[in-house]
């Protein structure tokens, strides 16, 4: 876990023991409407390396690609990434949960801690990637905000990488195919561009937090005997085990209860 560099959380009874400010990464994945959206890249970047280097060397090729390309450039892959025939969706409980009710669950308890901090989440969700980032430095409860990590978003963010592999990304462009007849047109050499920002953070969030995929594997299969066991939860932000959502599949189950 990194040592604080006094990362003002608006708050003077908040301990925020940790490297990296996490608002500053939730800017990356905010929709780049104006030209300010290059220079809070510059922002993070130069953030990460001073307290981060690792984190700053897997950001660069996006750097690189922000401060050389057109905004419409960038607007375009935002859009394809994350919202038009997506490569993934930034609401971490959908990733992780697909339309399993646990994500309801997760929904209720993540709003919240988001009242709870004064943390407002705008017309997203409670589990976007953003809210959740600006909701870190905000909580005053050390112990829920490592839950929330560890247990939630390492785990959505390693989801969300993977993501953009090419096998994956491929078989996401059948289903959009056979759903919507047509492919969107994007750019092919920077089509998995924000791959660089999602290597960046999970980086960034296991110096700071730290994960252990064994760990938090038999967190789960603990979560399972109990809930088969009925026995309830503590206080967490979502009791139980965590499912293996498949989000080409969770895309094309949604895609056909929009045409029913």
């Known amino acids: 876990m990194g040592n604080t560099l006094g990362i003002n959380t608006g708050d003077a009874g908040i301990t925020y023991p940790y490297l990296v400010d996490y608002r500053q990464f939730a800017d990356l994945f905010i929709y780049p409407a104006n030209e300010g959206y290059k ?12 307290v981060l280097p690792e984190a700053a060397a897997a950001l660069e090729p996006f ?5 050389s390309c057109t905004l419409s450039d960038i607007q375009e892959l935002f859009l394809r990434s994350f919202d038009l025939q997506a490569i993934t969706t930034l609401d971490i409980g959908f990733i992780l949960f697909g339309e399993d ?3 309801g ?4 308890n993540l709003n919240t ?5 004064g943390n407002p989440c705008h017309t997203e969700l409670a589990d ?4 959740i980032l600006n909701l870190l430095p905000k909580m005053k409860d050390d112990s829920m905000r490592c839950e929330l990590t560890t247990r939630l978003l390492i785990p959505a963010v390693l989801k969300m990488k993977d993501e953009f592999s090419t096998d994956r990304v491929q078989k996401k462009d059948v289903v959009y195919k056979k759903h919507q007849k047509i492919l969107l047109e994007s750019s092919q050499q920077y089509r998995l561009i924000y791959q660089y920002c999602l290597k ?3 980086i960034a969030l296991e110096n700071d937090f730290g994960y252990d995929a064994a760990v938090n594997e038999f967190l789960t299969q603990q979560s399972e005997q109990n809930d088969a066991a009925g026995v309830q939860g503590n206080a967490a932000l979502c009791s139980g085990p965590v499912p293996q959502a498949d989000y080409t599949r969770s895309i094309d189950t949604e ?3 929009e045409k029913e």
């Open 39 to 50: 220079k809070r890249v510059l922002d993070i970047y130069d953030h990460l390396v001073e």
């Open 105 to 108: 669950q997760l929904l209720v």
């Open 63 to 67: 750097v690189k690609f922000t401060q």
């Open 113 to 117: 801690e988001h009242k709870m901090a």
């Open 200 to 202: 960046a953070l999970f």
């Open 255 to 257: 895609m056909k209860i």
């Open 128 to 131: 976007h990637l953003p809210n």
């Open 101 to 103: 009710y646990k994500r």
